[in-house]
């Protein structure tokens, strides 16, 4: 399987959007999120994390605390085999609103893109293992860990994009 590189997803995930009305942005399947939703989850969870890696750039030196298993065997599957599942609860703070405003949830994405971009030409290499913020599902995450998260986490969400535009 082919992993996704962090600067393919502003055009893996805006790009089946670019041109398209409003309408093809809210149009979802009843019970699903539409594409405005799903960038929006997408937008607060990159934006989020890049937001608490520039909170802690000047901390000292952090370790990884111990993993479960069951982030051990999510790191595996995810991070490693590059297979995003499915059917998994997000967590409420990654959650979309019902109907977000398609320009804010747009600018939210590429600003926080843009963020991610800017921390790792600013702390890396020299902060690549010693630098973490906590994932949810998978622990405590260094800065190359999280591009490679979200490249994944992007590409599994752009498939249900290409889905609701082509249905």
Same mark, same amino acid.
């Given at each position: ?84 599942? #499915? ?54 995450? #260094? ?25």
């Amino acid at each position: 399987m082919r992993t996704t590189a962090f600067t393919d997803v502003p055009q893996l995930v805006l790009g089946p959007l670019a041109g398209r009305p409003d309408a093809d942005w809210h149009r979802a399947p009843p019970g699903k999120w539409s594409p405005a939703q799903i960038v929006q989850h997408l937008a607060i969870g990159i934006d989020g994390s890049a937001r608490t890696f520039e909170s802690r750039r000047a901390h000292a030196p952090m370790r990884r605390r111990p993993r479960t298993v069951r982030e051990r065997l999510a790191y595996l599957v995810i991070l490693q085999l590059g297979w995003y599942p #499915t059917g998994f609860q997000s967590p409420a703070a990654v959650l979309p609103v019902e109907r977000p405003d398609r320009a804010a949830v747009e600018r939210q994405f590429r600003e926080g893109l843009a963020r991610f971009l800017a921390l790792e030409r600013e702390l890396l290499p020299a902060r690549a293992r010693d630098l973490f913020v906590k994932h949810p599902r998978l622990g405590d995450l #260094t800065l190359p860990e999280w591009l490679r998260f979200h490249a994944a986490h992007c590409a599994h969400h752009a498939k249900q994009i290409r889905e609701r535009l082509a249905g």
